[in-house]
């Protein structure tokens, strides 16, 4: 079992920058790969960044040159930086662990950002 505690988000215009954070506990050398999904008001849960343990990343188009996401293997921890932020990037930020089990959630962030 992995347990996921997210930490940021919050409110910022346009333009402004935020930083996420995850933190994992239990089970984490079942870890395999790590991300950020969120979901927007009214829609689905969409995958925003990935980063395998190795280090290869991938992002979604619509945050590609905005976003960065990073992990530090030593404190079992992955962040996403998040700059040039508009306000269809308002939506309820998850971390995600992908384990030999299957997949951990965090409890999700908010993060809303005004025009």
């Known amino acids: 079992q992995v347990q996921l505690v997210e930490s940021g988000g919050g409110l910022v215009q346009a333009g402004g920058s935020l930083s996420l954070s995850c933190a994992a506990s239990g089970s984490i050398f079942s870890i395999n790969s790590m991300g950020w999904y969120r979901q927007p008001p009214g829609k689905k849960r969409e995958v925003v960044a990935e980063?395998?343990?190795?280090?290869?990343?991938n992002y979604a188009d619509s945050v590609k040159g905005r976003f960065t996401i990073a992990r530090d293997n030593r404190k079992n921890t992955v962040t996403l930086q998040m700059n040039s932020l508009k306000p269809e990037d308002t939506a309820v930020y998850y971390c995600?662990?992908?384990?030999?089990?299957?997949?951990?959630w965090g409890q999700g962030t908010q993060v809303t950002v005004s025009s």
């Open positions: 995600n662990a992908l384990t030999i089990r299957g997949n951990s």
């Open positions: 980063i395998t343990t190795g280090g290869s990343t």
